[in-house]
Structure formats: structure tokens, C-alpha cells
């Protein structure tokens, strides 16, 4: 594809207020136009109801928004759809059945005519910081949801922390994918070792895929005089964030092994590589190989660089992007908070071909400056049914039209 090119970001009527008081451009593909669509303040995750509303979930204000998209040059209507939510944060339609993931919960409701009805819970008793057991600490509480294409749920559960091996053996299990039945009831441990996978989406297949937060401030695990040291310089690009198709049963290794991007391994000048990535033991909570065999685990399909902070995950199947992508996996990458020099946030393409993802691709990026702060953070793209790009920024507080020439 031909190399990005920087586009003036262009408010729309009555969302030009800070940060987009001034210009701001982006890097896009080229002829690519980028429009503030609508201001949401911490707009997160995305979904499309059957109805062409495009509905926006709000953990931070409790609920979910609709938006309904007006003329090419007019800001949607908005509307609050539910409110008065714990932490609402995934959401999923199957039919005219809207799922929303809640912090200790998943609820159903019918969805018809821009509105909802019949609320239900599907499933019940999941981990948030008001579980006993965590005495209120509780890092990656907010929940993502996904149909799969035998209608059961799946829903990601976070690790409590960093580090927290105890989550393996939870009930229910944290730092898991969990999966319940069509309809909801008890979830069942789906895939385990998924340190914070925010990023849960079916691909065009049917298979479940997640976009994994990794751990952060691993120690180098090579021999030598620095196994077992928090180096900066290894922390930056180790270890790398997942994007895996997951299988019943499947384990991604944390917290006792890590994705290893280091084609060389052991050598400081190794190449880096997120295609087919092996596993290494954690010297800091695995040493002696015992609690969990590295080499077993299958390689990591794709991934993204250490600290990426990938966030939403979706894909836009056939025909797919305009301007000759195609279809594929779009990611929000939200950027690092401890890597030096941060890693920049972007809207990621990952080419879908013949069952299988191709390596990340940078769509959409310049929300950083080179200071390293930053105006904007992208959560989650969707591919519209205009086949326009919708962005949702919860920094900026907006959600983003991304048009290709001629669509």
C-alpha cells in the first residue's frame, strides 16, 4: 500500500471545541478524508444496530449513546439509548438482540426502532472491583462481548493486576475468555492466560479472535549478567501484544510466559518479527520452566508492539475497506503509558487472506506529538454500511468519519 500522507482533521458543525479548536492533522492513507463526526466525552467501544444507528458504550458515564448518521456534513442526532449501567462497556447484536457487557455482568435486550426492551441478564456473577475477594482492587474490571457464530457468548474477563497469578485459579477465572451458551447461564472457561484481551471479535469464519493487553515491566530472561533485570531498553519492545485466534482450551501464557517478537533471541541487536511468535518463559514468575511449559503453547498468529494498549477489535468482511485494503481486522491501538519513548496510538489494519491475518498495518495515526503528548487516543473502528471508517476517541472525546476517495 502506498505510504500515509497527512490530511487536515475537519470538525463538523458543532464539534469543533478543544482539542479541535486548532488544526489537527492526521496521517491517513492517501486522498483520505477524516471529519469529526460527533463529540461523545469517553466514548469506548462500537457497535452498529440493525437499524443503521451506530451505538456508543460510556463506562465512565454509565451508558450506552446512539447516533444517527444525517447527510455526509451533518453531525448525527444523538440520543441516550441506556443509562444508569456498571460500567458498560462491550457490546454485541445477534438479530434484534443488543448484548452489553457490564463490569459484573452481561444483559440482553430486544432492540427495535431505536429503542430497547426486555431487559435480562445473561450472565451473572462476574469479577468487578466490588467482588469481596479483590477488596476493591481491581485494574482491567470493564468487560467485552461477542457473539459467536453458534450464537454462544463470549465474553473477556481481565487480569486483577499486572502480576496476579492467583487470577488462573479464580471462580470465575480472571485474565480469561469466558463462554456461556446461546442464551446466557453459566460461563465456562473458553481460552485462560489472556492477561487483559479488551479486543474480542468473531472473524469471517466463525473463529473467535482477541487483542491482548500484556504484562508490563518484565526482566530480561536470557542468560547472562542481566537475566532476571528490569531493563528499559528490553521493556520497550517486550513482550509483545497478541492478536490470537483463540480455540476451547487455549492458553496464552500469562503471567508465567510471554509472545518473544526476537527473531535472534538472546542477541540485543535481534530483528523484531509479530508473525507466528513463540513463547518464552517469565524468569520472574516461571524461572525454573515448572508452572507452565513456554515451548508447548502454540505460536501467537499475529501481534503488535510491546505496550501497544490495543483496545477494540473488528472486522470489516468482504468487500471490505475501500482504497484497496479489503477486508480484515481493524484494531484502536490507545498507545503506551510505559515505554520510553511512547509508543504513538493508531488505528491498526490487519489484512484478512485466505483464513488467516496478515501482518499489522498502520490506517490512521498522528494523535501523538513528538514531545510524546498526545490529543487524541483511538478506542475501536468499525467499518460503517456506507463503507466509511467510524473511530471512536475517548481522549479527544469523539468519534471520527474516515471516507476513502469515491466512497
Excluded at 466514548?43 to 437499524?51: E, G, S, T
Amino acid at each position: 500500500m502506498p505510504a500515509l500522507a497527512s490530511t487536515t482533521v475537519r470538525p463538523l458543525g458543532g464539534t469543533a471545541a478543544a482539542p479541535f479548536d486548532e488544526a489537527r492533522r492526521l496521517q491517513a492513507p492517501p486522498g483520505w478524508t477524516v471529519t469529526v463526526w460527533a463529540r461523545l466525552p469517553g466514548a469506548r467501544l462500537l457497535a452498529w444496530a440493525p437499524d443503521g444507528q451506530l451505538l456508543v458504550s460510556r463506562p465512565k458515564s454509565g451508558d450506552v449513546i446512539a447516533l444517527l448518521p444525517g447527510g455526509d456534513d451533518a453531525a448525527p442526532a444523538q440520543q441516550t439509548l441506556l443509562s444508569g449501567l456498571n460500567q458498560p462497556h462491550g457490546l454485541a447484536f445477534a438479530g434484534d438482540t443488543l448484548y452489553v457487557a457490564e463490569s459484573d455482568r452481561v444483559d440482553a435486550f430486544t432492540y427495535r426502532a431505536g429503542a430497547v426492551s426486555g431487559r435480562r441478564v445473561v450472565i451473572d456473577g462476574l469479577p468487578d472491583a466490588k467482588s469481596p475477594e479483590l477488596g476493591g482492587a481491581y485494574a482491567h474490571a470493564l468487560k467485552s462481548v461477542a457473539v459467536g457464530a453458534d450464537g454462544a457468548l463470549y465474553v473477556s474477563v481481565g487480569s486483577t493486576g499486572n502480576v496476579s497469578a492467583e487470577d488462573r485459579d479464580a471462580d470465575p477465572q480472571r485474565a480469561a475468555i469466558l463462554r456461556a451458551a446461546p442464551g446466557g447461564g453459566k460461563p465456562t472457561v473458553f481460552a485462560r492466560g489472556v492477561r487483559n484481551g479488551t479486543g474480542l471479535a468473531v472473524d469471517p469464519d466463525g473463529a473467535v479472535w482477541t487483542a491482548v493487553n500484556n504484562r508490563d515491566n518484565i526482566a530480561y530472561p536470557y542468560e547472562g549478567d542481566e537475566q532476571g533485570e528490569v531493563r528499559q531498553g528490553y521493556v520497550n519492545d517486550h513482550p509483545l501484544e497478541p492478536l490470537a485466534r483463540l480455540t476451547r482450551g487455549r492458553d496464552l501464557g500469562w503471567p508465567y510466559c510471554n509472545p518473544d517478537p526476537d527473531v535472534n533471541p538472546g542477541r540485543p541487536d535481534s530483528p523484531l518479527s509479530y508473525t507466528r511468535r513463540p513463547f518464552v518463559r517469565d524468569v520472574q514468575t516461571n524461572p525454573d520452566g515448572r508452572k507452565l511449559d513456554c515451548a508447548a503453547l502454540p505460536p501467537v498468529e499475529q501481534g503488535m508492539g510491546a505496550h501497544s494498549a490495543p483496545l477494540g477489535l473488528s472486522f470489516a468482511t468482504s468487500p471490505g475497506l475501500a482504497g484497496g485494503y479489503g477486508p480484515g481486522a481493524l484494531v484502536g491501538v490507545h498507545g503506551s503509558w510505559n515505554r520510553r519513548p511512547p509508543r504513538a496510538p493508531e488505528v491498526s489494519f490487519f489484512a484478512w487472506r485466505d483464513g488467516a491475518l496478515g501482518a499489522q498495518q498502520t490506517l490512521l495515526t498522528g494523535f501523538q506529538q513528538a514531545n510524546g503528548s498526545r490529543w487524541g487516543r483511538p478506542v475501536m473502528a468499525v467499518q460503517g454500511p456506507d463503507r466509511a471508517l467510524y473511530v471512536s476517541d475517548d481522549l479527544a472525546g469523539a468519534v471520527y468519519r474516515v471516507t476513502a476517495p469515491g466512497s
